[in-house]
């Protein structure tokens, strides 16, 4: 008897509990942020509601966020203003290409509400301060992900200088252009005269967020010399003088350009075995300031001899609309040679720096890399000499070539080999139908470039690839590899993009 009493009482305290929470729930509805651009940056806000007690901002830049974690900008807000919770970001102007993600935290009352919003195209937000090229053509940004400027009809109609042409091209390009692009058109040009931070964004981060992860922080300026783009790496040692590579602490947090997972990219921290990246090179990018789809590329370079360097020129995913791990999105390798002046692989085929690779990275595995690359051997090593490495991507293929010698090319149907299921929501050309931007460095060994068990002409590759101590091998055998860097520079002459 008093044990059914009991359960009755319990019965109707969770019934009181449970309405009690309906009520809590829907007390309050967490409205979507509104974002409106200023000068150079951008201002998020949420109205004021009675019971709020803090509120913050995640927004990533091109890039959806996988959980509820920590975005490329983000800020907690203590007190109202104006009836509204409200940040603004400085120094983030938008572009007239960016998707803007947004997770918002709010304190109401003693609950936590959070919520994403859907995401914003910034050519669509309203205010005073939208990029100048937002106004050029609505068409040109709405359709730019799915449709060619050749396709769009609106587009070609708007704009007087339309027929002359001779022929009109299958390029799109960021910022848009102001007249539509014909083929064989200069839309980028880069002679380094001087390096123009405006245009090139140099990282700041640790390249920890894949498996593929080589052994260097990317850190520091590139300079400009001669009309030449000098990228060199340097040692730890060199870098941070101060600071131990064992049992350190580094927060890069400040300047980091990390967007992946800025906990590893951003904070180094090591013990043990683990020890800070053992070299420190410049890596540069047009991820701010150009990017495009379709087009030549070409880019006249003398490639870095020393063994285990390798040269990054590269085309980059502005977007990662087909995922944001383990290239997804893919990436294309416009020239790559291994610095080493000679490296066999276990059976003796010789992979060194006579052989010239490129083509599409679309797994971390380096066993899988080269099923999609194209490759040619000579009698000199490609560090002996600047050459002109081009790369004609086109809704067709990719073609590559050096000094104007084509050397290899690459169709589509990427989405056959079930890399990742979501390249079938693309064309045929998937991943690479998208917007890509340049980015310019170099990387010191790593997973995704040397299998193991390779040889050099005196030793064995010292690292074991996957190996949870595989950058302290590497830097243990620093007598083996460092007496070769007789040449570690990277140097670019010029980069152009040409539409076709
Ligand atoms: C963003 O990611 C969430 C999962 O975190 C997913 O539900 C949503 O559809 C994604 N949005 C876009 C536009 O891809
Ligand atoms: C630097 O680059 C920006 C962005 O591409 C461009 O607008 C500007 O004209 C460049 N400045 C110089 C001096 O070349």
Known sequence: MRAAKRLHTE????????????????????????????????????????????????????????DFEEGEFSAQVREPEDGRWQHDFERAALRAHDTLYIWTNVQHGNVIYRDKSLPLQVCQLSGDNLPAE???????????????????????????????????????????PSHPLCKGQLIFEEEFENLNE??????????????????????????????????????????RPDLHITNAHLDLSDRCTGTHNRQKEC????????????????????????????????????????????????????????????????????????????????????????????????????SQREDFMVQQRRSVHFGDDFHVYSLIWSSQSLRFSIDGQEYGELLTGFAESDLNPSWRRGGPMAPFDRMFYITLGLSVGGFGDFVDKLRTSSFEKPWINKHPQAKLQFWRSQEQWLPTWKQPKLLVDYVRVYAI
């Open 267 to 366: 904070v180094l921290l090591t013990s043990g075995p683990l020890i800070m990246p053992p070299v420190v090179v410049p890596r540069l990018s047009t991820k701010e300031s150009f990017g495009f789809k379709y087009g030549r590329v070409d880019i006249r370079a003398r490639l870095p001899k020393g063994d285990w360097l390798i040269p990054l020129l590269l085309l980059e995913p502005l977007m990662e609309s087909y995922g944001q791990t383990g290239y997804e999105s893919g990436q294309l390798r416009v020239a790559m040679a291994r610095g080493n002046d000679q490296l066999r692989l276990p059976h003796g085929k010789l992979i060194d720096g006579r052989t010239i690779f490129a083509g599409a990275v679309l797994s971390t595995e380096a």
């Open 11 to 66: 019965k109707l305290l969770l019934l009181f509990f449970l309405c009690r929470s309906i009520v809590v729930i829907f007390s309050y509805k967490l409205p979507a942020a509104l974002v409106e651009p200023l000068a150079n940056g951008f201002r998020v806000s949420i109205p004021d509601d009675r019971g709020i007690k803090s509120v913050a901002f995640n927004v990533n830049r091109n890039r959806n966020f996988t």
């Open 134 to 176: 937002c106004s050029m053509s609505p068409h040109q940004h709405q359709n730019r992900e799915t449709t060619t400027v050749k396709t769009d009809a609106a587009y070609k109609g708007s704009t007087p200088k339309a027929s002359s042409c001779a022929e009109e091209s299958e390029t799109v390009m960021s910022p848009p």
């Open 198 to 239: 405006s245009r090139w964004l140099h990282d700041v981060r640790a390249p920890l967020d894949s498996t593929d992860a080589e052994f260097v922080l990317y850190d520091g300026k590139a300079r400009v010399l001669g009309g030449q783009l000098i990228i060199e790496p340097r040692l730890w040692s060199s870098y």
